[in-house]
Structure formats: structure tokens, C-alpha cells
């Protein structure tokens, strides 16, 4: 099954993926959606999340750590967001 | 003795009498206090009795260097201004990079220490040991750009100045001290520089740093540029953002404040956000002194109203401030707001969030348009400017608000005083805590007030692996602990909170053992005990000046009123519960008094 949902990049990830907003179609199991995105993308999704960057789902950052078959549903935003950590 | 890191040496001068003194840093104050942060709070601790007016002569006013500052280390320009706050009446340390902390290092001291009052206008004047009281009659109603220029027309390209501008001669409590466009901008130090009729302090050093295993430093140094430079924050997204890299995920993640802590989510974010400011404003990246990240942008507006402004900066704080805070969705008026309030010298970030206040006031009827001159709605940009210039030239409203938000909704009264979003009386800046509760935590017991700098757990809550669920209260009160210990560490040692994204403790450890040769430094463990030690001496300071445990606390809105949309949406701060835990962690008592036997273990 898939869903529609919206996909932004922000700061430097904006401009290595060239874009900042845009609507996606994608599996609606969450690591296919963004293994669907990093190949769209260039973006070494599943292995650089919570390394080089997180993902905000509709703005609530637990993407990290989710259930296997976490399932996202139409309309969704998922955020790209680089990665900030202290030392 | 041979000080290594360290120049060894204190620089009093005592503006009542003119006299100047000199004295040997002592080793046992370096080891217990490390420098920077912690060795202002023992000075101020030591010498300032307490009940003392923030604004009269006995106040001190101390700029102070860590023992990495002017070092080859990364982000090691910076260098703190503490004394007695005039906002707060509590500890006050302000942080500032730029170039003034080196020049101090250089011209020998570790710190300078001003105590007493002018009778006339001065600005201090130290070449390595020359050290003179200059007249600053021509100075005083110039604002801080033209008395940079003027003093370093005078004196040299290579003097360092930090000066006041007229907002700290009328002593405003939102005034800041501005050092070549770098600001000590939170808590109204400027207003405490002003009282002493002391309006520059311009520095000349020539002298270097000894270095204790220079070979080892070196090597740890190299690592360390090398870890700034591969990190995703230090190594690219900041030097091309700056601050506001993080603008747009905050807003996304609802905790990007909205008219005054109202709403969830800005909608002006087409216009405002990081790449228009990289695109359209940003003229040129800055640095610090030894700092590979150059997030300084120079920003000038090429078109429109406000064509012609510029700013260093703005920095992420006041894109907010003058932005999502007054419902402003210009950059252009944000970056002339943020010019107006370097050149008067104010803190960007206290002067829109009482902006903000004021329009609160005034759409629920607590100021009129009589009492303002206009109307003040949010979202009015032009209102905003006005408000703005009132507050930097000190008339009509803008006198009132000049002298922060607790005390503005003080005198307003009729309900106000539940809009003013502050803590301790020092103004929230640019955090919705609602989104993310270890954020309320950290603004409850901050050690000056409202304040972010203290700890920033949005990086854990939000931004970074996602270790903590934002909206649980679990590991909250543990990790603001142990943050404020480690950041009371990082600003004693005169590196740049942002070189910690890339750099850990081990690290920093490895920089400051080769460099100073120090045994009491020479681990992470021993660092985070002095870091605490800091962190509970600020604590007594404050108990002492008559702070009530009460005032751990949030502002009520953010307590009791759900936010309608947004992340965020339906949430309070649940600050009870976390702040029971960190007194226990902290080993205070239930008012939030350090315990004797933890006094005891800190040496305090
Ligand atoms: S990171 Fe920015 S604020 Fe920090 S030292 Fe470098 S230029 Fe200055």
C-alpha cells in the first residue's frame, strides 16, 4: 500500500537534495518510505538517520528507534532534519 | 610560578580612585575554578557583599578569559562579562566570541576587574602593563559603532574595543555591552558599565601563551579542527546559516514561539526562514578569533523598505525576536532592528520579546493607543520599527520597555504581568518549552533567568538521535544536571558552546591537560566536578542576593495554557515533577538549597 505524503529537506540537506518541499507517493511502511526517498534523492537514507540526520514525523521527533512496521498514513509530513549533538 | 594557558596575573582598577593594581592569579583558585565563568563567580562571590545595588558604585563588573582563550584551540575567542545583574538582581554571565578575549590574554591578564564609579565619563585604555583612566566626555551620547571608530581612529586597527551605547549610559536593564559587533548582550551589563560612567574599554596585547607539552597540544588541536570540520552542524550547515541553520526544523517541531508564546507554528516562514537569509541577505561570513566554523554573517538588505540596513548577525535568537515574536514576517525590519539595537547597544533578544509583550498589552487593552502613540498590533511591522527605535532613544513607551519585561508588566499592571515571558525576570528567548519540556526545565533553574545557554536540550528532544521523548519528563532533570555542569566548564574555558556539537569531553580534556599541564584537569570526571561546582557556587550567590526557590518556575502561560495547533498542540510544562527530581539530583534541599554535606564534597 502506499500514501501520499509531504516530504521536506532542511538546511544543507535542502541543497544536497535540491529541494525543500515536495508531495511524494511512498510505501507506507516507514524505512521503505524512506528508502523510496533516498534513492529519489541521493540520500544514504536508512544508513545515516540518527547519525547525519533525524526525521520529524508531522513535527514530533521519535522517528528514531520506531517499531519495525511503524505505518505512515496520507497526508503525512516527514522532515528531514540534519543532525545536532553535543559532544 | 610558571603559568602555562593561563597569564597569571588579575588587572584591578578602581574607577573611584583612578588606581589600578595588579595581582598574581592564584594556582589553587585557576584549579578550583578552572577560569572564564567560574573564576568571575568566585571573585564576585568573595568580593561583592550582598544586598548591593546592581547600579551603585560597589558592584563589579568582571570581563574574564578561560585558559583556552586566544589559544590555537577551535572557537577559542570567547571570553565572559559577569557581575550583578540590574534585570535580575541575581548572577549574571554574559558570553561573547570575537576578538576583545584574546587581546586581554594577550596583554597579560586573565581578567579585568572594574570596581568603583567615574565622576566623569572614562574608558579604560590597557597596553600589556600600561594601563590608563582616558576622558570619555566626547564619547558619551555616541553609539557603539561611532565610538568604535572613534577610539580605533585613535588608537589603532589592532585595539580591541567593547563599548557602551546610549543605551547603557541612561543604564536601561536591557542594555549590552557590544565588542566589535559581538554582544555580552543578556542581563543589562551594559546598564552596570553605564553606572560606572565608564563608556569603552580599549586593549592592546602583544604578548603570547606558554605552552606546557606544545607537541601534544598541537596534535590535539589537529584532532580537534578535524572533528569541527566533518561534523554535519559545525562543518557545513552553520558556516553557511549561521545561527538560524536551525530555523525552520524549530518551527517545524512546534517549539518555534508565535505572538508572544500564543501560538504553535509561524506561518511567515516563506519569506523568513535559512535559505532566504543565505540567499538574499547574507553579504559575507565572519569569524570569531581561531574559529574554523564562521557562523558571523554579514547580512544587508538590498531592496524595499528597509533597503540599505545591515547587521552582523542576525543571529537565529532575534530572527525570532523580531520575527515570529511580533508576528513580523520581514527580514528586512529584522535586520534593521537588529542594527538599531547594536548600535545603542541593547539585547536584540530581551528588546523583541518586549516588543511582543507590548503588543499583547496593547490587543487586550492593558495599553492603549494613547499611552503607546499608535497602534502596537502583532504583525505590524512598521509598529514593530517604531517601537523598536522608542525603546533604543529611550522616549515615550519605549523608555518603560527598555527596563525589561517583569518590570514593564509591573508597572502596566491590569493583568499584564501573566504576558510577561520571563524567568527570574530576564526574557524568554526563542524556545517553545511546550514542545519540549526539558527546555522548561532548563529555563526553571538557569542561574540568570530565562535564558537557553544554560542548557539546550532541543539537540536531545528534538534535533539529534531523538534520546528523549520531548514530551516526557523521563531523564529530564539528569540531563539539564549534567548539562549545566558541562556548559558552567565550556564557559570557564573560553571555547564556543557550538564547538560542542563536534568535539567531546575526552577531547577538550586532551587541549586543556597539553596546554596548561594542570594535573586537576587532566579528566572528564575532574572537569564535570569543578563544572559543579560552578553550577552550585552561582546557586549560592543567588540564595544569597535573597532569590526565593519559588522562582524556579515558568511563566504561567506556559504552565497552564495548551497551545491550539502545532507538535505541540494540547501540551502544558509539566515542571513539578522534573524540578523535584533535579533538586534531588542536585542534592538540594526541597527550597532548592544546596546541601551541606554536597557543599562540603565541592569544596564550597
Ligand atoms: S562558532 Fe560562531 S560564535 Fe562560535 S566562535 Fe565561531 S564564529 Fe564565533
Known amino acids: 500500500m502506499t500514501v501520499k505524503i509531504q516530504v521536506k529537506f532542511f538546511a544543507q540537506l535542502a541543497i544536497q537534495t535540491g529541494c525543500r518541499s515536495c508531495t511524494l507517493e511512498v510505501p507506507n511502511n516507514f524505512y521503505q518510505a524512506i528508502e523510496v526517498i533516498g534513492a529519489r534523492f541521493n540520500l544514504p537514507a536508512k544508513e545515516k538517520l540518527g547519525t547525519y540526520y533525524s526525521i520529524l514525523i508531522n513535527g514530533k521527533g521519535y522517528s528514531y528507534g520506531l517499531a519495525d512496521n511503524y505505518e505512515l498514513k496520507d497526508e503525512d509530513t516527514l522532515a528531514f532534519v540534519p543532525i545536532l549533538s553535543g559532544g | 610560578m ?67 582563550t586566544a589559544t590555537l584551540a577551535p572557537t577559542s575567542s570567547r571570553m565572559i562579562v559577569a557581575t550583578k545583574s540590574p534585570l535580575t538582581g541575581l548572577w549574571l554571565d554574559s558570553n561573547a566570541g570575537g576578538f576583545l578575549g584574546r587581546e586581554i590574554k594577550f596583554a597579560g591578564y586573565d581578567a579585568l576587574i572594574v570596581e568603583g564609579k567615574s565622576l566623569e565619563p572614562v574608558y579604560i585604555l590597557i597596553e600589556d602593563d600600561r594601563v590608563e583612566l582616558r576622558p570619555a566626555n566626547n564619547l558619551w551620547g555616541k553609539d557603539t559603532f561611532e565610538t568604535h571608530q572613534t577610539l580605533k581612529e585613535l588608537h589603532g586597527p589592532d585595539y580591541r574595543v567593547a563599548a557602551i551605547g546610549q543605551a547603557g549610559e541612561r543604564m536601561d536593564k536591557l542594555a549590552a555591552i557590544i565588542s566589535e559587533a559581538r554582544a555580552f ?18 586593549v592592546r596585547g602583544t604578548r603570547g601563551i606558554n605552552i606546557a607539552d606544545y607537541q601534544k597540544f598541537v596534535d590535539y588541536v589537529k584532532e580537534a579542527f578535524n572533528e569541527v570540520a566533518i561534523h554535519p552542524d559545525t562543518g557545513g550547515g552553520r558556516n553557511h546559516y549561521g545561527t538560524s541553520v536551525i530555523y525552520s526544523f524549530i518551527n517545524e517541531a512546534g517549539v518555534h514561539p508565535v505572538e508572544n508564546f500564543r501560538k504553535g507554528k509561524f506561518t511567515g516562514t516563506d519569506t523568513i526562514n535559512e535559505e532566504v537569509l543565505r540567499s ?43 520575527g515570529a515574536q511580533c508576528g513580523n514576517t520581514d527580514l528586512g525590519a529584522v535586520i534593521y532592528a537588529e542594527y538599531l539595537c547594536d548600535a545603542y547597544g541593547l539585547d536584540a533578544t530581551s528588546v523583541g520579546n518586549v516588543v511582543g509583550f507590548a503588543m499583547e498589552c496593547f490587543e487586550q487593552g492593558a495599553l492603549t493607543e494613547e499611552e503607546i502613540g499608535y497602534p502596537l498590533r502583532f504583525g505590524d511591522t512598521e509598529a514593530m520599527i517604531k517601537t523598536v527605535e522608542a525603546i533604543c532613544q529611550g522616549q515615550g513607551i519605549g523608555k518603560l520597555l527598555a527596563q525589561g519585561v517583569r518590570y514593564a508588566s509591573e508597572q502596566i499592571g491590569k493583568g499584564s504581568e501573566k504576558w510577561a515571558m520571563h524567568v527570574k525576570g530576564m526574557e524568554l528567548p526563542a524556545y517553545d518549552p511546550r514542545g519540549a519540556f526539558g527546555m522548561g526545565l532548563a529555563y526553571a533553574t538557569s542561574d540568570r533567568g530565562g535564558c537557553h545557554l544554560r542548557s539546550w536540550p532541543i539537540a536531545q528532544e528534538v534535533l539529534a538521535a531523538n534520546r528523549m521523548d520531548p514530551f516526557s519528563v523521563e531523564f529530564k532533570a539528569e540531563f539539564i544536571k549534567s548539562e549545566q555542569d558541562l556548559i558552567a566548564v565550556i564557559d570557564s574555558l573560553g571555547l564556543c558552546l557550538f564547538a560542542t556539537f563536534a568535539l567531546s569531553l575526552k577531547q577538550i580534556v586532551g587541549m586543556l591537560s597539553a596546554l596548561t599541564g594542570i594535573q586537576e584537569f587532566n579528566s572528564g570526571e575532574k572537569l564535570m566536578v569543578i563544572g559543579e561546582r560552578i553550577y552550585n557556587l552561582t546557586r549560592l550567590f543567588n540564595l544569597r542576593e535573597g532569590m526565593a526557590p519559588a522562582s524556579d518556575t515558568l511563566p504561567e502561560r506556559l504552565l497552564t495554557e495548551q497551545l491550539a495547533e502545532g507538535p505541540a498542540a494540547g501540551q502544558v510544562v509539566p515542571l513539578d515533577i522534573m524540578l523535584k527530581e533535579y533538586y534531588t539530583i542536585r542534592h538540594w534541599d526541597e527550597a532548592g538549597r544546596p546541601l551541606p554535606a554536597k557543599l562540603e564534597e565541592l569544596g564550597l
Open chain 2, 2 to 68: 610558571q603559568w602555562f594557558g593561563y597569564a597569571g596575573k588579575l588587572l584591578y582598577v578602581n574607577l573611584s580612585n583612578g588606581n589600578y593594581e595588579v595581582k598574581e592569579l592564584a594556582p589553587e583558585q585557576a584549579k578550583k575554578y578552572l577560569g572564564g565563568k567560574g573564576l568571575a563567580a568566585s571573585i564576585l562571590y568573595d568580593r561583592l557583599q550582598p544586598g548591593q545595588d546592581p547600579l551603585g558604585p560597589e558592584n563589579l563588573l568582571v570581563f574574564a578569559t578561560g585558559p583556552l
Open chain 2, 185 to 202: 548582550g543578556r542581563g543589562g551589563a551594559g546598564a552596570v558599565m553605564g553606572s560606572k560612567n565608564l563608556k569603552a574599554i580599549v
Open chain 2, 280 to 322: 538574499k541577505y547574507y553579504k559575507k561570513d565572519k569569524a570569531c578569533s581561531s574559529c574554523p566554523i564562521a557562523c558571523s554573517k554579514l547580512a544587508k538588505v538590498d531592496e524595499g523598505k528597509y533597503q540599505g540596513k545591515f547587521t552582523e548577525g542576525p543571529e537565529y535568537e532575534d530572527v525570532w525576536s523580531f
